[in-house]
């Protein structure tokens, strides 16, 4: 990973397009640093060289000046290694999110985790005055086709998410009054050890063991969640993509996540989308590109050929009429103004660009044949 060969281009790996907003890398980072983080994904076992990877991208994109000098130079613009950076070991996601974004931390990681009380890392303390707690996000995905993209659609998205389960009103026991406070951490769910080193003294906070760090002894768990305090929901979501949308992209639906209790502030959704390639357009940040094939005649001589192109009244592709003036040379470029894809930010959309390509036919008949020669013996005397 750490080879610059094997490099993966940093925009490719936020899932974001070069023209991506501060905010947009931001989100991108967060929703991968939680996917990736090797405290947080016990199933993939790259996710530790994954989640360098994003946070490598992150550190350069998110710094104005790295972020340009990578846009000119690529990986030789800029230094950074957060293998290296990282050989001491990875900080726990929420001490790495404080570090990054500041706060309060109400970074949504592991909440889901605690409420399961059983995978995932502890390794994060919990400190400070209670804050609220975050739920986890979502991710899903949607193909859509190409003229989807372009014009916009709306979508049906059924997802399974984690609500409070009602019967025990999110406490996890069968009785909720029957739920005591832990006896041997006095329901702070923490054990503190102290250890001297030349340094001084270390105190060092762990998860109590008799309460698995939640605080409470929970007698006879509820019998609808088992005492996770959380059920299953199947949610239907319908969402509108607007028109514009690029491959890759991911689209935000808050609120639309995981709710670990009733108080909790509910994860968020993200959708990531992908589109279908089409066989007439190729899109280049927000323009179009048509390849025209031309025969050699119409090359020479002009022509009025039919090209595809976006009909965006009618929300359909469509064909349109498209002059080739007299000796147009192969590659030529035709610009339709305003027939490319739809701004997501400010207003306006692409251009479309038909890309002329001059055909030379692999046979021609004896007639055709001596004509050329004439038109040889023609061109010798001009
Ligand atoms: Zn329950
Ligand atoms: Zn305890």
Redesign the pocket.
Known sequence: MSNRKNKRDYYDVLGVSKDATENDIKLAYRRLARKFHPDMNKTDPNAKEKFIEVQEAYEVLNDPDKRRNYDRFGFSGVDVNMSDIFSGGIPGIDELFRSIFGGGGSSGFGDIFDSFGGFGSRSRSRTRAPRRQVGQDIEAHIEIDFEEAMFGVKKDIELERYTP????E???AEDPSAVTSCPKCQGTGKMRTMSRSGFGTIIRESECYNCNGTGQIIKKK????????M?PETKKIHVKIPSGVEDGVHLKVQGAGHIPSKQAIPGDLYIGIRVHPNEHFIRRGNDLYTRADVDIVSAILGDKIKVPTLDYKNNIITEKELEIPPGTQHGTEFRIKNRGATYLRGKGKGDQYIVVAVEIPKEISKEQRELLFKYKELSKKS
């Open positions: 389960c009602d019967h025990c999110g406490t996890g509820c019998k609808v969640c088992g005492g996770k305090k059920v």
